[in-house]
């Protein structure tokens, strides 16, 4: 069975920081794009971030740069989503996703996306 499933969710106070994971299961992430998507109640989902795992370059939507950075370890076949300086706009339920291929790009359309997560929760509040 292939999926990914993510960790590293919980509560932090404004300010703090944690660490998702993402791990593939039955397949290997490397040579695809992995996504991180966040929804948050009563909102539609939003990519947030993407890295090209052959490339390791990334994209981050607007809101998160300069607070989250995406990292990859191949040997553990599992890819990292850093968030600094949380703020309570960032609570919301993380999800990671993969693509079957590698877009020079990665992209941040979740329908480019093929293998989901169920989801972690990230909840930000003082």
């Given at each position: 069975q292939l999926y990914v499933a993510e960790s590293g969710g919980g509560s932090?106070?404004?300010?703090?920081?944690l660490r998702l994971s993402c791990t593939?299961?039955?397949?290997?992430?490397?040579?695809?794009?992995i996504a991180w998507f966040r929804?948050?109640?009563?909102?539609?989902?939003?990519?947030?971030?993407?890295?090209?795992?052959?490339?390791g370059t990334t994209e981050y939507v607007n809101s998160?740069?300069?607070?989250?950075?995406?990292?990859?370890?191949?040997?553990?076949n599992t890819i990292y989503l850093q968030m600094n300086s949380l703020k309570p706009e960032?609570?919301?339920?993380?999800?990671?996703?993969?693509?079957n291929l590698v877009f020079r790009r990665c992209p941040l359309s979740e329908r480019d996306?093929?293998?989901w997560g169920q989801g972690t929760q990230v909840t930000v509040s003082a």
């Open positions: 932090v106070q404004p300010g703090g920081s593939g299961s039955g397949f290997t992430l490397n040579h695809r794009n929804q948050a109640p009563g909102k539609e989902r939003e990519g947030v971030g993407c890295i090209n795992n052959e490339r998160v740069k300069g607070r989250f950075t995406i990292s990859t370890d191949n040997t553990k960032d609570s919301a339920v993380y999800y990671c996703a993969a693509m996306y093929v293998s």
